[in-house]
C-alpha cells in the first residue's frame, strides 16, 4: 500500500511540476491516433512535435532527479548522455528509415540527420542565447558571467565546426580523390577524435579543472571569472569605476583596516562592514566582506556557493567561538576575502536596483528539491525514452508527407522547425534563467548543448550510421557550411568579452531569422519533396 501511494505522489509531481508545458502532452494520444487512423502525415507529424515538447523537458527532468543521487562526474556523464537524447533518437530512426530505403530515397533521411542536428547547433546558439540574452536584459543593463569557461566550450565549437568544413571544402574544391569516397573516409576518421576529444572535454569539466565552470560565490566572480591575484594582494574595480586599494595579507585580513582603508577611498559614502567576525578578526566562514552604496538602504543577504548546475554546495561555517561574532547588515557592493592574504572588491549589484549591472549569480537561487525514489527515476526514464523513440519513429516516417501537405519546404522543416521542437524545454529554461539573472546556466544550456550536439553527438551519428552501413559524411554542402561558420563565429565574437545584454540578444535572434528566411528558400537536391 506504501508503495503505490509512493507511485501516485511521484505521478502526480511528474506531472504537475510543470503542468504548463505538460498540458502539451494531451497531444500524445492524438498524436497515436493520427498515425494509426490515417489522419494524413501533416497532422501526424504536426501531434508527434508538439507532444515531443513536454517529453523532452521531462526526459531532462527525471535525469536531473537521477543525477541527485550520485556524484558530480556521474551526473554530468548522465547529462551529457540524455541531454540530447531526443536528437540523437530522432537521427537513429531517420537512419533506420535510411537503411529500409537503400539507394532509392535513402539519401534523403542522411541529409535528414545532417541537417536536423546542424539547425541543433545554430538554434541553440542564435535563438536560445539570444532569447536569454534579451529577456536577462528586461531588468538589468548588462549581466556578467565566467569568461574563461564559456572560452572552453568556444574553443570546442571552433575545433568541431573546422572538422565539419573540412570534408565540405574537399568537395566543393574538387580537390578529393576520384573515387568520391575522401569525405566519407575524412569524416569517420575525424568523427572518431571529436568523440574522444569530447570525453576527454568531459574529464577536463567534471574532474581536473571544474572549478572553472562553478557559478560565481557570494553574488561575485570566480577566480576563473578573472580574479588577479599575487602575492598576497589583490585588487578589483567596482562598477561605479572606484578602485580599491590592495590590503596586505599576511597575518589574515584586518577588517577595521579593510574599513579604513575603503573609507578613504570612497569620498566618505557609507561603509558598512559584513559577515560573521570572531573576536581574532577572522571571518567564521573563512571570508571576510565589506560593503558600499551610495544610498542608506540596507540589504541583508546570505553568501551561498552554487555549481553551473544551481545546485547549492555549501552556505559557509561558523566560527567555534560564535558567541563572539557578530553580524552587519549588508549592502550591494561587496569586499570578499576569499583566501588568507587577499581582498576582492566584488561588483553584486541588486537584481533590481543600482545601474542595473549585475552578476550572473543572481539573488534568488532556489536548491532543488528532490522529488523521485532512484526506482522512479528509472521507471520514469524508461517510460519517457519509450514514447519519445514511438513519436521519433512518427516524424521520421512522416516528414517528407508532411512537407508536401503543409507547404513547407523540407529544408526548412528538418533545420528550423524540427530542431526548435527538440530545443524548446531547453529554450524555455534558459529564458527563465536569465531572466532571474542566472546567465551562466543560461549559457550552459545554449552554449553546452551546442558543444554537445557538435562534438559528441554528431560524430556519434556518423560512426553509428558506419557500423549499419550507411554512407553518413560531415560534407554539407557550401551554403550550409558558411551558416554554421557565421553562427559560431558571431556567437564566439559576442561571448569574448564576458557580458550580455539585450542588444546582443537581438543580433542573434535577428541573424537567426536571417538564416530561417535562407533555408525557405534553400532548394536541396537530395530533398526535392516540393518545388
Known amino acids: 500500500m506504501a508503495l503505490a501511494e509512493q507511485a501516485k505522489a511521484e505521478a ?71 541531454g540530447n537524447a531526443t536528437e540523437m533518437i530522432i537521427s537513429a530512426f531517420a537512419m533506420i528509415q535510411a537503411r529500409k530505403l537503400g539507394s532509392e530515397g535513402g539519401g534523403t533521411f542522411l541529409r535528414v540527420v545532417q541537417l536536423s542536428l546542424l539547425g541543433s547547433v545554430v538554434s541553440n546558439l542564435l535563438l536560445v542565447m539570444g ?52 569525405e566519407l573516409a575524412l569524416s569517420r576518421f575525424e568523427s572518431i577524435f571529436m568523440f574522444l576529444c569530447y570525453c576527454l572535454y568531459l574529464f577536463f569539466q567534471l574532474k581536473t579543472h571544474k572549478h572553472l565552470f562553478e557559478e560565481d560565490k557570494s553574488g561575485g566572480a570566480t577566480p576563473a571569472a578573472g580574479v588577479a591575484a599575487s602575492g598576497g594582494t589583490t585588487r578589483r574595480t567596482s562598477t561605479n569605476g572606484a578602485t580599491t586599494p590592495p590590503v596586505d595579507g599576511a597575518g589574515g585580513p584586518d577588517p577595521e583596516a579593510a574599513l579604513a582603508a575603503l573609507r578613504s577611498s570612497l569620498d566618505g559614502r557609507e561603509v558598512a562592514l559584513g559577515g560573521r567576525f570572531s573576536s581574532n578578526g577572522r571571518s567564521g566562514s573563512g571570508m571576510m566582506a565589506v560593503e558600499m552604496v551610495d544610498g542608506p538602504s540596507l540589504a541583508t543577504t546570505s553568501a551561498k556557493q552554487r555549481t553551473s548546475s544551481g545546485r ?49 549569480g543572481g539573488s534568488d537561487d532556489e536548491e532543488e528539491e528532490l522529488i523521485l525514489s532512484k526506482t522512479g527515476c528509472f521507471v520514469w526514464l524508461t517510460i519517457v525514452t519509450i514514447f519519445i523513440s514511438f513519436l521519433s519513429e512518427f516524424v521520421t516516417d512522416a516528414i517528407r508527407g508532411a512537407s508536401k501537405s503543409l507547404g513547407v519546404p523540407m529544408p526548412f522543416l528538418t533545420t528550423i ?102 533555408f525557405w528558400c534553400h532548394k536541396d537536391p537530395d530533398l526535392t519533396v516540393i518545388d
Open 312 to 360: 547549492s554546495l555549501s552556505k559557509g561555517g561558523h566560527d567555534k567561538e560564535g558567541a563572539r561574532d557578530r553580524d552587519v547588515e549588508r549592502l550591494p557592493l561587496v569586499l570578499a576575502a576569499e583566501r588568507p592574504g587577499g581582498l576582492d572588491v566584488v561588483a553584486g549589484a541588486s537584481d533590481d536596483e543600482g545601474d542595473g549591472n549585475s552578476k550572473g
Open 131 to 182: 532569447t536569454a540574452f534579451i529577456a536577462g536584459g528586461l531588468k538589468r543593463k548588462s549581466q556578467t558571467f565566467n569568461q574563461i569557461g564559456i572560452n572552453v566550450n568556444a574553443g570546442m565549437l571552433v575545433l568541431s565546426t573546422f572538422a565539419i568544413i573540412m570534408p565540405s571544402l574537399l568537395d566543393a574544391t574538387h580537390t578529393e580523390r576520384r573515387d568520391r569516397k575522401s
Open 12 to 82: 502526480k509531481a511528474f506531472f504537475l511540476d510543470s503542468w504548463k508545458l505538460n498540458l502539451l502532452m494531451f497531444a500524445l494520444p492524438f498524436a497515436f491516433i493520427a498515425r494509426y487512423a490515417g489522419w494524413g502525415d501533416g497532422a501526424t507529424f504536426s501531434l508527434s512535435c508538439l507532444a515531443l515538447v513536454p517529453l523532452a523537458e521531462r526526459l531532462g527532468f527525471v535525469t536531473e532527479q537521477l543525477a541527485m543521487y550520485t556524484n558530480d562526474t556521474l551526473g554530468g556523464l548522465l547529462n551529457a548522455t540524455f
Open 417 to 518: 522547425l524540427l530542431p526548435i521542437v527538440g530545443n524548446a524545454a531547453e529554450h524555455a529554461s534558459a529564458i527563465v534563467f536569465a531572466y532571474k539573472n542566472k546567465v551562466e546556466i543560461a549559457l550552459g544550456v545554449a552554449v553546452g548543448s551546442s558543444t554537445q550536439v557538435s562534438m559528441m553527438v554528431v560524430p556519434f551519428c556518423v560512426l553509428l550510421a558506419w557500423t549499419m552501413g550507411l554512407p553518413l559524411d560531415l560534407d554539407f554542402n557550401a551554403f550550409e557550411s558558411f551558416v554554421l561558420f557565421s553562427s559560431v563565429l558571431l556567437a564566439v565574437l559576442i561571448l569574448q568579452d564576458g557580458h550580455a545584454n539585450y542588444l546582443k540578444g537581438v543580433l542573434l535572434v535577428l541573424t537567426y531569422f536571417f538564416i530561417s528566411a535562407a
